[in-house]
């Protein structure tokens, strides 16, 4: 009887993985970063030595992660400034300018659908090195560009392509950390992706004080062959082989159609969309808004952008360095989210007149409210879906991106439905947008039902 016993044991360990063996390797080869934020849980034998080459090692990885994810915005709103340009120089017609913006637009969107499969198959380094290679060709080709329809093209080529640093950076922080540090390391990465739209047309504005719009394309040229050196040098594959899917696009489309089955993620994903929906609005909007419709200046206008994006960021900070640990995470984004209701809310019942005539001050403050609490929403809500789906972060985060990009997409448009003399379809949008989050928050991902426990830990969609 006891040697039965045994061979039943021993039966069961070839039937499955030496988990253990494989959590060994898997720390050994892909966590370093991780270390960075256990140090306090770590016995002081290591020597400092260790210590500071852990941390440097976190850093590097929070450097090259946020210049992956603030190429987009660079891409996008170093280019502003130039339209005019581009229209006298291209003789063509403003509309079909504004369509190389929608065309990179788009492309950020669906490319994350082909790339973040193609990173849970190949690995994290192979399609992100490739998608830059791509970004970098295109780019190079818009700046040459001798019509209006091939700027277009390689615009959308350019968006395919950039869109493999939005979708593996997220699965990579997926890789690298679990729980609170997820959390954290998200509110971290939005405050390089919340400086870069800041920066981007102020950048583009001095680029043209010495050359003409094709030079903005060399500088994000030069840019993307630096972050491509550097992912090159600096980024090891963070996905090892035995956790890799084999399946082609039949497996891709049957993993993609697991997770949108799993109603929390679900849940997560739109919920996420939809308050990015309400900031695309703000983006979409606000020139006109303060500038037409308040009468400010485009120096205000610029200044009360830079103060939303710091309220972002500072918000996005606070989250991640303060309440992530001491609430759930489940909390901060339910309070983020019914900050940003009521201040929607709030702009609605200004802009339609129910507190009769209001200035410029007063919107801002709406304005203002509604971005900082975006730095609750956004990174918990990527956090929390991630947490769900260590066996597909690529396909997940690309399911997050696409999302929130078509999503965005189709809200950016219903804000001046009604003319150029109100405001009040921005604040309409913000407000069905916020309320839809909320809803979806409470309906699907039902957050009372996690006692503290699930939104902290992964687990299987």
């Known amino acids: 009887m006891p040697d039965s016993g045994v061979s039943r044991a021993q039966q069961e360990q070839q039937e499955r993985p030496d988990q253990s063996e494989r959590h060994e390797q898997r720390e050994r080869h892909i966590r370093p ?9 770590i016995p002081a034998t290591p020597g400092p030595s260790a210590t500071d080459a852990a941390r440097r090692a976190g850093i590097l990885v929070t450097l ?24 006298d120089s291209l003789h063509a ?29 190949w690995g994290r380094r192979k399609p992100l090195l490739l998608g830059m290679i791509i970004y970098v060709v295109a780019t190079a080709i818009c700046a040459f560009a001798p019509s209006a329809e091939l700027l277009i093209g390689f615009r959308l080529l350019q968006g395919l392509a950039g869109a493999a640093g939005i979708v593996i950076s997220r699965a990579v922080v997926r890789d690298l950390y679990d729980g609170m540090e997820m959390a954290r390391f998200f509110s971290t990465l939005m405050l390089i992706s919340g400086v870069a739209p800041v920066i981007a047309p102020v950048i583009g504005g001095q680029v043209l004080r010495f050359t003409d719009w094709r030079g903005i394309f060399v500088v994000l040229t030069a840019v993307g062959v630096l972050l491509t050196l550097i992912v090159w040098k600096w980024l090891h594959e963070t996905l090892p082989e035995e956790e890799r899917h084999t399946g082609g696009i039949g497996d891709a489309l049957r993993t993609m159609r ?30 006109f808004v303060v500038q037409e419709i308040y009468g400010a200046s485009p120096q205000t206008f610029s200044l009360l952008f830079g103060i939303n994006s710091i309220g972002l960021i500072t918000v996005g900070q606070i989250n991640g360095k303060v309440l992530v640990g001491r609430i759930s995470l489940d ?10 209701s009521l201040a929607a ?117």
């Open 33 to 41: 970063a991780r270390q960075e934020h256990r140090q306090e849980h």
């Open 64 to 87: 090259v992660l946020g210049g992956l994810t603030a190429l987009p915005p660079l891409s996008m709103d170093m280019y502003l400034p130039a339209l005019p340009a581009v229209t």
């Open 93 to 121: 017609p403003a509309a079909t300018v504004q369509l190389t913006l929608t065309a990179c637009l788009t492309g950020m969107a669906l490319g994350q659908l082909v790339v973040g499969p193609m990173s849970d198959r």
């Open 258 to 287: 697991g997770l949108l089955a799993d109603r929390v993620f679900t849940g997560y994903m739109i919920a996420g969309s939809l308050a990015f929906a309400a900031l695309f609005a703000y983006v979409s909007a606000s020139p």
């Open 331 to 340: 909390k901060a984004l339910g309070l983020g989210l019914a900050v940003i």
């Open 345 to 461: 809310v709030a702009l609605l019942l200004m802009t339609s007149g129910v507190f009769g005539h209001v200035g410029l001050l007063p919107v801002a403050t709406g304005l203002f409210v509604l971005m900082s609490a975006m730095g609750l929403a956004m990174p918990n809500t990527n956090a929390q879906a991630l947490m769900r789906t260590k066996h597909a972060a690529g396909s997940a985060s690309a399911l997050l991106g696409t999302t929130s990009f078509l999503v965005g997409a189709i809200a950016s448009p219903l804000v001046g439905i009604a003319g150029e003399q109100t405001a009040v379809p921005m604040a309409v949008v913000q407000v069905v947008c916020a309320l839809s989050a909320v809803a979806c928050f409470l309906g699907l991902c039902r957050p009372w039902q996690n006692r503290g426990g699930p939104q902290d830990q992964p687990t299987r969609g």
